[in-house]
């Protein structure tokens, strides 16, 4: 059970008199996670190329770009929680801009991955595009991480049901059960991801730098100073990311593919037999007049 602190700041490894410009997440458990996330992200990247070097029929697709970002994002996040220690550092605002950057275009990925899965149509795709561009410009311009932290939820919840919508037609057709156990697999891995930004969210509050004037007091982390919301977020998208990888190797989310890996239909798509449509014609020819 959690010891609280008490006024005195009694082993909690706080300044008995706070300042705001000091009020920036520092800790060794930030910094070890979002370097963790950035060094696997980097090595999932090298296995996807590697995958289109060795297998003729595989294809680079936006999974590699997803990987690519958010690996981007945690290494600036790490640079940011390592450099930054006062609130009117020259860096602060540029390394923000860049993680938010980063952030928004790792998303972005993955709402377009959804959106190919989802719908066949050229126009609609076109209109999504155009929309998480201005979320994403938004956000950056205003450097606001509430409209990222928005955007980011509703894409992992998109792409989550575009997921299970996937999973149910490999189990009503058939065709693949392994296939279906790699997509649920899909489905796990968002859930942590999505977990672990909601905990960065929530939870900023109470384990956050503006609970360092009380000293954490209200936070449910046994160590705020040392591993506090950010990283226990971090920890839960390293599992993600990890399952993901590891399913995205078995059945690949292929841009613009009109069937998965094993031949599986993807939800918005219609197989016509075309012998069905040839006898139906003649015997239409055949009818007399």
Known sequence: MRILYSKDYIDSNCSKEYKAVFAIDNTFGTLATDISISIFCLVATITLVLNKLWQSHAKLHLMTGFFVFLGSSHGTSAVYHNLIDRTDHIFKIPLEYLFHSFSGLASACLC???????????????????????????????????????????????????????????????????????????IIAMLFLLVGLMTRILFAPTCGTSAYQTCFETCFLPHPSVYNHNGLGNTLDLIGIILLLIAENQVPSIITSKTSKNNLPIPHEIEVNEHEIIIEDELEEDEPV
Do not use: P
């Open 112 to 186: 377009m991955i959804g959106i190919d899965f989802a719908t066949n149509n050229r126009l609609v795709w076109i209109i999504f595009t155009f929309w998480m561009g201005a979320i994403i410009a938004a956000g950056v311009v205003l450097n606001d991480e509430t409209v990222i932290g928005s955007f980011q939820v509703s894409i992992f919840v998109f792409i989550i049901i575009t997921y299970c919508s996937h999973a149910c037609i490999a189990v009503s057709s058939n065709e693949s059960y392994k296939e279906m156990c790699w997509i649920i697999c899909k």
